[in-house]
């Protein structure tokens, strides 16, 4: 609606897109990672996805700024392909979120200046099998949607 507040749905948005590699394992329990490196060793078993459009620096200001408000829920859908998973998490004030590089979701409360989100429900190893034949593939693209409210 015209003269709208967007910010008055109390929700701040964000997207980074990714491609595939054929070293995507996706079988780290308890974190998901995204990075703008074009390289992935087999160590790399949480990346999903490298060549992102950005890391945690490159956000968005609201959505940095929802992110570390405490008790803020942030729900992180991976769509590649007809696919599509949803993580839940939350944000906490002592996100730093200025790692240019990366971007990780995690299980645990570790904090670095690479963590997006903590407290998620699933990791790396919890992605569908379909979806991460997907992204071993370098031809392939995905987006990570990032909604904080």
Known sequence: ?????????????????????????SMHPTTIELTTEEDLTENGDCIIGVGASKGCAGLDGRVKEMLRRSGSKVTIRLIVGGES????????????????????????????DRTLALGADAAARNIPRKMVSLLKDPGTTGRLEIEVA
């Open 1 to 25: 609606m015209a003269g709208q507040d967007p910010s008055a749905s109390g929700a701040a948005k964000d997207m980074v897109t990714f491609r595939g590699h054929a070293q995507v394992r």
């Open 85 to 112: 998973f949803e993580v839940r998490a939350r944000g906490d004030p002592r996100l730093e979120l200025s790692d240019p590089h990366d971007m990780v979701v995690r299980r645990s409360d570790f904090v670095s």
